[in-house]
């Protein structure tokens, strides 16, 4: 049986933003350095930390549904730690010499670290089910970035065994909306709690 590369072998590099001599950030484009994708591990989790406080408050809300002004460090160890099937994957570039696109004067955290800039989950339920999430930096909104680093997520989550995973999103989210049915994956809607519920069959990512 053939399968889809892992994301623990090199999946190549992504545009991202350049940052002007000005500390002044342009959209990422088809640029000279990149983005690299990677599983991320308990070793990411203070970076993600900085990525939240990043995130406005709008992108914040909504990923996690409340106001998250900061994400604690448990919080982000619990995100990032391998477990059973989850799947928690990034977009990382190295923080040396990099600025941040809304705090020209702020450095990206250590100088021989990564920094975080997108990153989506599937976190198993004990029902049997799995839950999506997603989160992209306001730098990277609407640039094709979250619909590819959402496909590789659901690649693996589909090489674990999963069939199929839920996305609860803000009945406003029309930007998740349209970033799951670019996915051209078979996908149903329904309504939980005031969510939209998307449900979507990823067992077709993984070739038989």
């Known amino acids: 049986m053939s399968t889809a590369p892992s994301l623990l072998e090199p999946l190549g590099t992504l545009p991202r933003a350049r940052v002007d001599d000005d500390g002044a950030a342009t959209r990422p484009g088809a640029l000279h350095d990149g983005l690299t994708l990677r599983a991320l591990t308990v070793e990411d989790r203070e970076a993600l930390v900085r990525t939240v406080a990043r995130c406005s408050s709008d992108t914040r809300y909504a990923r996690f549904h409340t106001a998250v002004p900061v994400l604690t460090p448990g919080w982000a160890r619990a995100m990032c730690q391998p477990a059973g099937k989850r799947v928690a994957v990034g ?30 989950q599937v976190e198993p339920e004990v029902d049997g089910s799995a839950e999506l999430a997603v989160l992209v930096e306001d730098a990277y909104h609407r640039t094709g970035l979250g619909a590819m680093l959402v496909r590789a997520a659901l690649t693996e989550a589909a090489r674990n065994g999963l069939r199929s995973v839920r996305a609860h999103v803000l009945p406003d989210n029309d930007a998740i909306r349209q970033l799951l049915l670019s996915l051209d994956l078979p996908v149903k809607r329904g309504y939980d709690d005031g969510k939209i519920c998307w449900t979507i069959e990823i067992a077709g990512l993984v070739a038989a």
């Open 91 to 120: 977009v990382v570039v190295e923080s040396a010499g990099h600025r941040l696109a809304d705090e020209p004067g702020v450095s990206l955290g250590s100088p021989c670290g990564d920094e975080i800039v997108a990153l989506a």
